[in-house]
T-cell receptor, first 110, second 116 residues
Framework: RKEVEQDPGPFNVPEGATVAFNCTYSNSASQSFFWYRQDCRKEPKLLMSVYSSGNEDGRFTAQLNRASQYISLLIRDSKLSDSATYLCVVNSGGYQKVTFGTGTKLQVIP | DVKVTQSSRYLVKRTGEKVFLECVQDMDHENMFWYRQDPGLGLRLIYFSYDVKMKEKGDIPEGYSVSREKKERFSLILESASTNQTSMYLC???????????????FGPGTRLTVL
């Protein structure tokens, strides 16, 4: 089993839709979790951290389920500019234990 | 804003050549990383450095070496380039505050290397 797994997609959704991605991780000792966004032919950039209690940033909501070992990202009212690949990132202890998922591609269509 | 720059956006080299990829960050970050990104495999850590002259192997160090002579600069070296090293190479940096490494990594724009 991969350390971090994501559905590669693509998820094709109309503008205004709500879309959710999940990411599962295998190491139960994992300590911190993040979502990064990567636009086509660009570098990854931090979108948001994922806290145990769940957190929200505008239209984006991140949640952590430690019992089932997954994190999720919910995007409400999708915009065309949300089209990108979303990378799940898990830190299992120290900077050498940061594992990136392969990403989920989102395409928001007019 | 943190700025991480990489010496080239695109590079074409021949098999057996020695290749240098340079990365510079301007935010006085202690930690620097080199990844490669391939379709279906995601980002894989090659090497990282948590201080000047310090280096640690990541998940796939074979065929690569690194150099960190100055805090702001981290170089990736392909001693003898091979076709399977054709990839996107991404450099990143992060801060250490009060002895704790920040999880947030700031990436450079990447170098797309093609080895013929």
């Amino acid at each position: 089993r991969k350390e971090v797994e994501q559905d590669p997609g693509p998820f094709n959704v109309p503008e205004g839709a709500t879309v959710a991605f999940n990411c599962t991780y295998s190491n139960s000792a994992s300590q911190s979790f993040f979502w990064y966004r990567q636009d086509c032919r660009k570098e990854p950039k931090l979108l948001m951290s994922v806290y145990s209690s769940g957190n929200e940033d505008g239209r984006f909501t991140a949640q952590l389920n430690r019992a089932s070992q997954y994190i999720s990202l919910l995007i409400r009212d999708s915009k065309l500019s949300d089209s990108a690949t979303y990378l799940c990132v898990v830190n299992s202890g120290g900077y050498q234990k940061v594992t990136f998922g392969t990403g989920t591609k989102l395409q928001v269509i007019p | 804003d943190v700025k991480v720059t990489q010496s080239s956006r695109y590079l074409v080299k021949r098999t057996g050549e020695k290749v240098f990829l340079e990365c510079v960050q301007d935010m006085d970050h202690e930690n620097m990383f080199w990844y490669r990104q391939d379709p279906g495999l995601g980002l894989r850590l090659i090497y990282f450095s948590y201080d000047v002259k310090m280096k640690e192997k990541g998940d796939i160090p074979e065929g690569y070496s690194v150099s960190r002579e100055k805090k702001e600069r981290f170089s990736l070296i392909l001693e003898s380039a091979s076709t399977n090293q054709t990839s996107m190479y991404l450099c990143a940096s992060s801060l250490t505050t009060q002895g704790t490494v920040s999880d947030t990594q700031y990436f450079g724009p990447g170098t797309r290397l093609t080895v013929l």
